[in-house]
């Protein structure tokens, strides 16, 4: 495999997250770009591991630390998401106002 | 994993595709289980893509972790929305938008032209040359396992909390 093949990838694969994460509306959908962020990142670690350290694993290790996190994460945020829709009923990110009451 | 060269750069093609559509679909799809099931689609080929850069226990807990539980929750929580506000939250082009997407382009360009300009093969035969030729018998998992009980033992115990302290929180958050 290609090295420049999968970083371009996984530079792509951030951008996309970026661009969602800043631009959506829906409060699942920002959470679903995260999760794009983090698995571009995932990517590098992994492919970088393979190809300059492949007799020491390290890159590996990082990433599965970085995907516990992530799924910490995914279980703060649809908690925090279930919070906000039962008292707004809403879910988009521009009417999230709750701590002004 | 050492396949023969057609049978791999077809796989790399594949797979490609398959992340670039999907994460195209993450964000363009106008129903959010769509997008939901595409982010699916996007992980799976992530995992199979580290199975191709030899590291099968990182590919066999994103499938668990990622597919199997981020993503389900993710479904959960779209279900959990009533869907009639989908619909108007699209067809919005604003300015900032616009800016977003030129600021997206631009960083995308200028770490492409960062990562076309390196020579990536200078690097890996000054680090390969460095590294002791050891025959390896034993696999990359039990590799994993032995690094994860001697040398990140704190990180790892860090995490676990991290992870407890996070599902209580959860809990606690969306009980009420």
Redesign the interface.
């Known amino acids: ?9 996984s ?10 994460l ?5 409060m ?2 920002a ?3 995260l ?2 962020i983090l ?1 571009a990142v ?2 590098n670690f ?2 970088f ?7 020491q ?2 890159g ?2 990082f ?3 970085v ?17 906000i ?2 008292n707004r009923k ?3 990110i521009n009417q999230s106002n709750l701590l002004n009451k | 994993m050492d396949l023969p060269g057609p049978i791999h750069d077809f796989l790399v093609v594949l797979l490609g595709s398959g992340l670039i559509l999907g994460s195209m679909g993450v964000l363009l799809f106008n129903n959010s289980i769509y997008s939901a099931f595409s982010l699916g689609l996007v992980l799976v080929s992530i995992s199979l893509f580290y199975i191709l850069a030899n590291a099968q226990f990182v590919a066999a807990a994103q499938l668990l972790i990622y597919v199997g539980a981020i993503n389900v929750l993710i479904i959960f929580a779209v279900m959990f929305m009533k869907g009639s506000e989908y619909s108007k939250d699209f067809n919005l082009w604003t300015v900032g938008n616009g800016v977003t997407f030129l600021v997206c382009t631009s960083i995308f360009v200028s770490l492409m032209t960062t990562i076309v300009d390196t020579s990536w093969y200078g690097i890996i035969w000054t680090t390969r040359s460095n590294q002791i030729l050891e025959q390896d018998l034993i696999s990359n998992s039990q590799q994993i396992g032995i690094y994860l009980s001697t040398y990140f033992f704190l990180p790892f115990e860090l995490i676990s909390i991290i992870l407890l302290a996070a599902l209580i929180g959860a809990i606690s958050v969306a009980r009420q």
Do not use: W
């Open positions: 495999m290609m090295l420049e093949h999968v970083l371009i990838i530079a792509y694969l951030f951008s996309i997250g970026i661009y969602g800043i631009t959506s509306r829906n699942v959908r959470l679903m770009c999760e794009l698995n995932n990517m992994v492919t591991s393979d190809f300059f350290d492949s007799r694993l390290k590996n290790i990433s599965i630390f995907i516990a996190i992530a799924a910490a994460e995914a279980a703060i945020g649809p908690a925090i998401l279930s919070s829709y039962r809403s879910t988009r």
